[in-house]
């Protein structure tokens, strides 16, 4: 999948197109703490982070980098106030209403992945309209994880495993890292080239544990409602300074 760069977000002079990531992955952490920091609601901090994502998708677009694979709600988070979850929940389902159809008109692809059956019925409900809307889209593949865990992920993909085995569909010999990585949620795309996690945590947090496996990490103190076309610029450029050896000299 090729996505055209838009003339009205030219790249940045300092960013070479040939060495731009195929795949994005972000952990968008800092929404609650942002707001706090501004005497705010930590639901503020919320709305705001919507934003902040809005405008990485496309720059994404603008900048020619085909995938996004943000971690929007993880498995853990339900045990967060019941007010905050309640207000993510329809800040999602708001958020998808409101930009679905800007999404059709610059051609982003939404996916969204994780155990879904444990969503509000009329929120699974808006994803599946606004996945099917999408499908055909040739430009940034959004891929918006939510009551998603990364072990949890493993774990779903060694039942169908398992499954097929015990069904004679395979053998146990034919199971490798390839067959593996078709079972995770995001096959398709590859595995992502960059992690970007805001707001200075070290850690992955039960997000992508099999596809980071290689994933360049760039860590930024920015909260994630800051995270402007700037940051993802700083990210990038630093970024292209690594040299990617995967495990070879």
Not at 56 to 63: G, L, N, P, R
């Given at each position: 999948?090729?996505?055209?760069?838009?003339?009205?977000?030219?790249?940045?002079?300092?960013?070479n197109a040939?060495?731009?990531?195929?795949?994005v992955a972000v952990i968008m952490d800092g929404n609650g703490r942002w707001a706090e920091q501004r005497g705010l609601?930590?639901?503020m901090g919320h709305r705001q982070g919507v934003a902040a994502l809005k405008s990485?998708?496309?720059?994404?677009?603008?900048?020619g980098i085909p995938a996004l694979t943000v971690?929007?709600?993880?498995?853990?988070?339900?045990?967060?106030?019941?007010?905050?979850?309640?207000?993510?929940?329809?800040?999602?389902?708001?958020?998808?209403?409101?930009?679905?159809?800007?999404?059709?008109s610059r051609g982003v692809c939404l996916r969204v992945v994780g155990d879904l059956n444990g969503l509000p019925s009329r929120l699974q409900t808006n994803i599946e309209e606004a996945m099917a809307k999408t499908r055909q889209n040739q430009g940034v593949l959004l891929t918006l994880a939510l009551n998603y865990g990364g072990r949890q992920e493993?774990?779903?993909?060694?039942?169908?495993?398992?499954?097929q085995v015990q069904q004679g569909h395979l053998a146990p010999e034919d199971i490798n890292d390839e067959l593996f990585g078709r079972h995770v949620f995001t096959p398709s795309v590859g595995d992502p080239d960059l992690l970007i996690r805001t707001s200075g945590e070290m850690r992955i947090s039960n997000f992508l544990?099999?596809?980071l496996a290689y994933s360049e990490i760039y860590v930024t103190p920015t909260l994630w409602p800051d995270f402007d076309q700037m940051e993802f610029h700083r990210a990038l450029c630093d970024y292209q300074q690594r040299h990617r050896r995967f495990g070879k000299l």
């Open positions: 999948m090729t996505v055209q760069p838009s003339t009205t977000h030219p790249l940045p002079p300092d960013l040939e060495r731009m990531p195929h795949h609601p930590r639901l990485t998708v496309y720059c994404c677009s603008s900048w971690y929007g709600f993880s498995a853990e988070n339900w045990g967060r106030p019941r007010t905050e979850v309640d207000f993510l929940m329809e800040l999602i389902n708001h958020a998808l209403g409101r930009e679905l159809d800007e999404m059709i493993i774990t779903e993909a060694c039942r169908h495993i398992a499954t544990l099999w596809q």
